[in-house]
């Protein structure tokens, strides 16, 4: 169906639809009508159910398409149930997710500086580990920047004490 005429009209006017009454960018509204039209025209159909989106989400999510694009496919949709008066919204993925790690542990911290055999890194890596200082920073020390009797080290603009 996708060389039918009925479809090629109903993208046109879909995609116009999206810029001119919902104010999409043309790339998105583009990006959207360029789905449904792949759709339909696999379905052979100008109006789709809710279950047909749904089992075309699960199938592109089992067949490894990325979760941002699985959900554009639920997003589309969404527009095109509003477009045409029906209700096609289905859940898009939900996204991992993604922790990192805000510190690292004293186990950890130690455990690599047991591995460390050059003094020179072992020094750069505890003061690292210890003072919060950023990779740039510590590259950028001066030696009159550390102070060994009030155990701080300057940083621009402030102080971070260390504790030996």
């Not at 100008?46 to 959900?71: C, F, M, W």
Request: charged fraction near 30%; charge should be positive; glycine fraction near 4%.
């Amino acid at each position: 169906m996708d060389t039918h005429p009925a479809l090629a009209a109903r993208y046109a006017t879909f995609e116009t639809h999206l810029i001119v009454e919902r104010g999409m960018a043309r790339t998105t509204a583009r990006l959207r009508a360029n789905i449904i039209r792949k759709l339909l025209g696999e379905w052979g159909t100008l109006n789709p159910t809710k279950e047909q989106v749904q089992r075309a989400k699960e199938t592109h999510i089992l067949d490894g398409y990325h979760r941002d694009y699985v959900s554009n496919i639920c997003r589309a949709f969404m527009d095109y149930g509003r477009f045409i008066g029906q209700d096609l919204v289905v859940k898009p993925p939900t996204r991992e997710p993604t922790r990192i790690p805000r510190f690292v542990t004293e186990q950890e911290v130690q455990s690599v500086l047991f591995k460390v055999d050059s003094i020179r890194d072992r020094a750069l890596f505890y003061v690292l580990a210890y003072t919060g200082l950023r990779v740039a920073e510590l590259c950028s020390l001066r030696r009159d920047d550390v102070s060994f009797e009030t155990k701080t080290v300057k940083r621009p603009m402030d102080y971070v004490g260390l504790s030996l």
